[in-house]
């Protein structure tokens, strides 16, 4: 793969739009011995006519026999080096409801929790707490002073929301307090290291808890928060430093629009269906250059084991295969960003179809988008982080390397 | 490749069992212009059933172009960067007869030679000497005593033995005293570089060769020594280190059994023959996690220039597939090492293909086991060292990679 720093000297400004088009969880793998996977199950036509006008190949997330975590999976999509820039559930999830971060902040994750008197977990989710209770108990443990720390609570959705510390020498080196299962008391937190730097920050995060504990005693459900997921916040260099590209999220969960803004996307209000995401993209069309286009239910039905919907939303996001094209973008990619095999229930290893269409793509012999079909494609085997090189390239947005 | 530290932080036990099949020296090329190889000629029924329910692929064993030696083919099959450790040859075969080495130990192989009364080499291997004598001889010159270093003589097979010297401040950088070829004089050792280590340590072999010049003088035939393929001894993380692998080995032969070692398994008793190697299999199938199990004729039989050979082994090894399915692995990958195609006899460069087959592997439409068909393979082109992730993967014992 080329460095980004290569990338970044070869970049340059043109007019031509491209759409990145991610199913997540995209590919799969059959039920039975010599079966046919979700997508080869699926009744394609669109796709399978724009494969024909495509160059094809298979798509490694990370590396051979990797199974990646959304984030990392995203960003190698996006052309950061995931090895290189490792990002801890906490940052995403607080990226996920627009945080503004500042270098060196440490986020985590809080679940609200049920502990019963002697102080065990009975309830890791707290009866999946209501959004709006939750965001009544945010404000709430926002106010938590501790000298020489900023903390800032937020909240997520139903039982979750995240705390972020703000200070100097902060480190997001730290365990969990959630010990992932009730039965037990919550866990201290503790430094991963002996850096006074992930010692200072998990007294500070143990004094934290002790306060949340305190104003929380007398609810009857929300009456403990679990802690996980610690993480520093490093910023990272914006799509438009590296390539000059005015580039816009279109994904309607909070996770995926929190990976998009670290990269420095503009992340556009979108509804929470594939038509909202769809009409979003042609209302927006002409004023960015690049669209990164989220589906997330592929991967949704994939973890609950349900092959036939994952089939379906296949299905549904073809038949919308020709609006898209009507849009006529310069380049287009479909892709995944990890395969969840609905039989696995879980994401996998397993590469993913990619097809990536332009006027000078170089189109092979494939006639399909299945994984099947795209292992003999032109281009071959490759990593998620030549995905955006081939964009920018068939954009005709790299200059030559060299004289 | 991913590396070996995230490899590390990603694998978790499990119950599952697999085994690395590696025929040595397995792939091959034709002996006419569009001709079969060895593994095309052979008739390979089980091998070709499996390829059905597999998926394929070729596989280099450094880089493209490279031709491997034995150690380092097999570290990579292993999932240890040759580049990064690079074992010597005189450590190999100290390992493969099981010398307990100590860290900085310097090894090298021993050949008993014939020289004329001038010195000249008339035979490098002293008429393939008695393994007894052999034996015999290595006792006398074990008792060699330098001041400053331990020298221990062991042993291997006819006219092979192997020294190791032991002390502080030894280098294996060293040249050969072996000139590879009869009618000249032995060469002196020398450093390859300007450390007093290096100079110390060639020194001390120099003068242990004068030793047993004047122990062996009154020897008719084994009448002097050859040194080669010096090395220092830098243990490596174990398989269970890193992987957390109960692995055990099932080679009958020093060098590989000595690979083995190096990376921790368990090497087990096993007979000469395949039926032996495969009996191994079966009695201890219960009480490990990972088998490597090595097939040393195709590589003898290719070095030897005998196609035909070469054919019937990889048609006897066919017909033990069953008997391998039967222990009913959740992983098998079958492989070589590297190539030692008949007609070169030797060693080359060119990949070969590789079956990996499980539950969860997402087969591909190959059809049979043969380097022209695995080119069209869903694994792709994959480095050696991308093996152990993609059985590890398969065998469920990665955890995802970030969240």
Chains 1, 2 share one sequence.
Not at 373 to 392: F, K, S, V, Y
């Amino acid at each position: 793969m080329i460095s980004m720093d290569i990338l970044k000297e070869l970049c340059q400004k043109s007019n031509s739009k491209s759409i990145l088009l991610v199913l997540d969880g995209l590919g799969g793998i059959s039920r039975i011995p010599d079966g046919k996977t979700e997508l080869e199950t699926a009744s394609t036509p669109n796709l399978d006519s724009l494969a024909c006008n495509s160059i094809t190949g298979m798509v490694d997330p990370i590396s051979k026999g990797i199974t990646p975590g959304s984030g990392p999976a995203h960003l190698s999509l996006f052309g950061y080096d995931p090895i290189k820039y490792r990002i801890g559930r906490g940052v995403l999830s607080a990226l996920g409801i627009g945080f503004d971060f500042q270098p060196s902040d440490v986020a985590a994750r809080i679940n609200f929790a049920t502990v019963a008197e002697d102080g065990r977990i009975t309830d890791r989710r707290a009866g999946r707490l209501d959004t709006e209770k939750n965001g009544q108990l945010c404000s709430i443990l926002n106010r938590i002073k501790i000298p020489g720390v900023e903390i800032f609570v937020r909240t997520v959705k139903e039982h979750r929301a995240i705390v972020v510390f703000r200070g100097n020498g902060l480190s997001g080196d730290l365990t969990d307090s959630d010990p992932q299962r009730a039965g037990v008391f919550p866990l201290p937190v503790r430094s991963h290291n002996d850096t006074r730097e992930a010692k200072e920050t998990a007294r500070l995060a143990n004094r934290f808890i002790e306060e949340c504990r305190g104003i929380l005693s007398k609810e009857e459900v929300a009456n403990m928060v679990l802690l996980r997921g610690f993480a520093q916040f490093c910023p990272l260099p914006s799509m438009h430093e590296i390539y000059k590209l005015n580039a816009a999220a279109i994904a309607n969960y909070p996770m995926y629009r929190g990976v998009a803004r670290l990269v420095g996307m503009t992340v556009l209000d979108c509804g929470e269906s594939i038509e909202d995401e769809l009409d979003t993209l042609a209302r927006e069309f002409q004023n960015y250059d690049f669209f990164y286009l989220h589906i997330k239910k592929t991967d949704s039905y994939g973890e609950d084991g349900d092959f036939d919907q994952k089939v379906h939303i296949i299905e549904k996001v073809d038949k919308h295969i020709p609006q898209i094209m009507n849009l006529d973008p310069d380049v287009i990619v479909v892709t995944g960003d990890h395969s969840t095999p609905a039989v696995l229930t879980a994401h996998s290893w397993h590469p993913n179809p990619v097809l990536l269409y332009s006027r000078w793509c170089r189109p092979d012999k494939v006639r399909a988008f299945s994984e099947s079909e795209c292992i003999n494609g032109g281009l071959g085997h490759i990593n998620a982080l030549d995905i955006m090189p081939l964009i920018l390239a068939n954009a005709l947005r790299l200059n030559k390397f060299g004289a």
